[in-house]
């Protein structure tokens, strides 16, 4: 396996790809709006910290149109000039901060997509569900940034099939299918272990959206399950019940992975 394809966690749901000099973010977020504003105010995206947290992206992947994925990614293209895909809402939602039409692009599930050296196929995947403000539904009319944490509506809720390098990764699937890693939130890798794990085969599991997305950089990543009981500290325990073979990596935040050394 070639030494150069390489993977970082960003936090939260956040993952940057990297493979034959190009790099493939997907839900890259950084400025982490503090808990307050899920009820109040207006917070602003940091572009100084999404510039130095991630300086060069090629592409942009989104799974849905959460302020916690999609935030951030007006001000990455802006500073890299990388195409995004996502869902009518994400595109909205780029647009509205600015995002140059050409760089905002649709997708829906079956797509394929050729980025560079990753071919992407688009599958579903499925949110825990959540209040209603926070649920499925429209962009509210006339939105003008900055814009409410309740104002990125989700629309639909995207996972990627990737292959690259003769590797085949998957992310935030609601289904599995076969993959040698596994990227998934621990909530939904949780509740649908034996199934997924069953489906997918994976020789490496690597959980996701675990930390506290309201705690800001650089502080150190803390668990946060505000859905239920499901825990990272669950997840070990769970896959060697369930007779996984696959190796459980907990990433550290911004940390290069070569997967060279991994698989």
């Known amino acids: 396996m070639p030494p150069s394809l390489s993977f970082q966690w960003l936090g939260v749901g956040g993952l940057v790809l990297s493979a034959e000099g190009q790099s493939l973010a997907i839900d890259p977020f950084f400025s982490r ?19 130095q947290s991630l300086p060069h992206c090629d592409h942009v992947l989104v ?17 890299t000039g990388a195409c995004a895909y996502g869902s009518a809402n994400t595109r909205a939602l780029l647009l509205i901060h600015g995002t140059a039409v050409d760089q905002a692009r649709l997708i829906a599930v079956g797509d394929h997509l050729s980025l560079g050296p990753f071919e992407v196929e688009v599958v579903p995947a499925r949110h825990p569900p959540l209040p209603f ?8 009319p006339g939105l003008r940034p ?6 990125y509506r989700m629309d639909g809720c995207f996972g990627f099939s990737i292959r690259t390098q003769g590797l085949r990764l998957l992310v935030s699937p609601a289904h599995g299918k076969p993959a040698d890693i596994l ?8 509740r649908s272990a034996r199934r997924l794990l069953a489906e997918t085969q994976p020789r490496l599991v690597v959980p996701m959206h675990w930390d506290n997305l309201f705690k800001p950089l650089p502080t150190a990543p803390r668990e946060f399950s505000p859905l ?11 896959l060697r019940r369930q007779g996984a073979r696959a190796r459980f990596l907990v990433p550290d935040r911004f940390r290069v992975y070569e997967l060279a050394e991994l698989l």
């Open 33 to 51: 709006p503090r808990l307050r504003y899920l009820f109040l105010g207006r917070p602003k995206p940091n572009p100084d910290l999404v510039a």
């Open 63 to 79: 799974t849905h149109a959460h302020w916690d994925h999609v935030m951030d990614v007006p001000a990455l293209l802006r500073n």
């Open 133 to 140: 403000l926070f649920g499925p539904g429209p962009l509210r």
């Open 146 to 151: 900055p814009l409410r944490l309740i104002d």
């Open 183 to 190: 990227f998934a939130g621990v909530p939904a890798a949780l």
């Open 228 to 238: 239920g009981p499901p825990t990272l500290r669950s997840c070990g325990p769970l």
